[in-house]
């Protein structure tokens, strides 16, 4: 795992320990400890650029002001307060920077900032969850599971009687690549116990574990006791219900070209004039047909993660940005 840094960042980077930070909070925040990660000279590369390599191959570039801050909760309220922002479009986000001063100031009035090395850390973490599969696989499951055996020994043996190893790091790879933490594996074992003699379809036995989960995945999405979600209408649920088709080995959505163009062209409408960048948020729906919905929009929109209604735990605030 390689990142390029121009080369006038690269030795505060150092200094900085960004790969070794960036390896030790991912594993706190997802339970997964990465491949080594170098740092090196890109050439060509601006000052506030940085490329993300994943075994060779070029993933993403991300534009990070190291000299600014991030305002993450962005409202057009700030302008009025005589800040003009830095704004960077990245994919189908906005995002808003300031100064350290304007970023204090900000933050006295409720807003949430984070530094340049936060926000590049927060970056690369979507990006490398998102793309799980390219490091982590069976080996590590194993890996995994062999240090659990020590702890529940009886635990894993009664999981493994139901579910390959193979079958477990699909599972894994599955919540980690929809940025869900897998470092809390008895609570995920436990949910496979109950699950997997029931549920022979990968991907239900992911939603059955994302139940068991819930209060988990709520808190790893809200930001300061506070969930920013776009929910979706009931008219659009009722939508993908009636393009959802099952057959004896699995359940699959099947609308017609011309009803999926109008869903997306729709969802983008309502999410291309948001101010607050698609990672910081997520999309709330029923329980029945979120993984339809997530299915539909990850190609467009690969920041934003689509929650349930089930998935939201009582301790923490929604807040409702926007209805699709």
Known sequence: MILLVPKSRREDLEKAQLAERLRSQFFIDYGVRLPEVLLRDGEGLDDNSIVLLINEIRVEQFTVYFDLMRVVNYSDEVVSFGINPTIH????????????????????????????????????????ARNVNEYFGIQETKHMLDQLEAKFPDLLKEVLRHATVQ?????????????????????????LALWAPREKDVINLVEHIRGAMARYICHKFANGGELRAVMVSAEVEDVIRKGIRQTSGSTFLSLDPEASANLMDLITLKLDDLLIAHKDLVLLTSVDVRRFIKKMIEGRFPDLEVLSFGEIADSKSVNVIKTI
């Open 167 to 191: 079958r477990i790091s699909e599972v894994l790879q599955r919540l980690l690549s929809e940025r869900v933490s897998v470092r809390n594996m008895k609570l995920i074992m436990e949910a």
């Open 89 to 128: 479009q990245q994919g189908s986000s906005q995002y808003f920077w300031v100064t350290h001063e304007e970023g204090e100031k900000l933050r006295e009035l409720g807003y949430v900032l984070r530094n340049a090395l936060d926000e590049l850390y927060h970056c690369l973490a979507v990006t490398l």
